[in-house]
Every structure is written in C-alpha cells, then in structure tokens.
C-alpha cells in the first residue's frame, strides 16, 4: 500500500475516534471531535496532493478516498442529527446522493472504468466539511450561518450529484455509438 492510500485508511480509522469524542458530551469534547474531523478533513488534500504528484493515483485510491470522505461525512451527520438540532431531512438528502454516487463510483470502477472526482464534487466536498465543522463546534445558539452552510451544501451535493449522472449517462452513450 502506497503512502497516499495509507493517509486515506487513516482517515477512515479516525472515524470511530471522532464519534467516540462527538459524544462525549462536553464542550471541550466538542472541540476535540471539530480538530479530529478537521485533521480527517485536511488530510484528504494531503493524500490526493502526494498521489499525483509522486505520479501514486490508482484505481484502488480513486476508489477509497472517496468513500473515506462519506463514512467521515456519514459519521459527522449522524451526530449533528442526533446532538446538535440538524435537520434529518437534510441529512437523509445528503446521504442519499452519497449512497447513489458511491453506488455508480463502484459500478464503473468494477466494470474496468474509472470516475475521478469532478470540481464540483470537490467543491460539494469543501463545503460540506465547512458546513460539519460549524455545525459541530459549541455554539450556544443555532444561527444564521448554519443554516446558510446548510442550503449551501444541499444545493452543491444535488448539483455535482446530477453532474456525475449524467457524465455517466454521456459516456454510456458514447460507448454505445462507438460499438
């Protein structure tokens, strides 16, 4: 296993950590969860920066960085659901689109293809950890800014979710007319 995918699995084993510390139940646990899922965060540029630059990019860290990303993810809206007054809603959308990506992500990867991330799956990406992070640390009050994230990143995850349908439908096609 090369280094960048070291760095993903990582990443994926700091998920239980950052549950154990979101609840713990206190403010300092609070901001000990935010810093774990932050360093988690941080750490999914870090491995894709090293992959193509050390020219390290394979088929199995295209397929894991990604879902090292929605099991952090899936793990930070569980917790806001059940900790912090997030709507369930939102994160049953958010979940949804994951799930659905993921499912043609594997479908395309098992079928001898590949399906990078696109900039705006990138961006839905950023936002959403902007949004978690806010959403996690110990406010005292629900605001504004939480939900304005919260809108922010429904849109980007419903729109880049479109995006990879429909790269996907293209390029069926375009198959389909060479054959």
């Given at each position: 296993m090369n280094l960048p995918n070291s760095i993903t699995v990582g990443r994926v084993f700091l998920v239980?950590?950052?549950?154990?510390l979101?609840?713990?139940?206190?403010?300092a646990s609070a901001v000990a969860?935010?810093?774990?899922?932050f360093?988690?965060?941080?750490?999914?540029?870090f491995d894709g920066r090293i992959a193509r630059s050390r020219g390290l990019e394979s088929r199995m860290g295209a397929f894991l960085d990604p879902l090292a990303d929605k099991l952090l993810v899936g793990a930070a809206l569980l917790v806001l659901v059940d900790t912090r007054e997030f709507p369930l809603w939102a994160a049953l959308v958010i979940g949804a689109r994951e799930i659905a990506v993921q499912i043609l992500r594997t479908q395309i990867v098992g079928g001898g293809?590949?399906?990078p991330a696109s900039k705006a799956g990138k961006l839905?990406?950023?936002?959403?950890?902007l949004m978690v992070g806010w959403w996690l640390l110990p406010w005292s009050d629900i605001n504004v800014?939480?939900?304005?994230?919260?809108?922010?990143?429904?849109?980007?995850?419903?729109?880049?979710?479109?995006?990879?349908?429909?790269?996907?439908?293209?390029?069926?096609?375009?198959?389909?007319?060479?054959?």
């Open positions: 239980p950590v950052f549950l154990w979101a609840y713990r139940n206190s403010d969860a935010f810093a774990v899922f360093v988690a965060s941080v750490s999914d540029y293809g590949s399906m839905k990406t950023s936002f959403q950890i800014g939480h939900w304005a994230l919260m809108w922010i990143v429904l849109v980007t995850t419903m729109t880049s979710g479109v995006e990879y349908f429909l790269r996907s439908i293209r390029a069926s096609a375009g198959e389909e007319m060479r054959a």
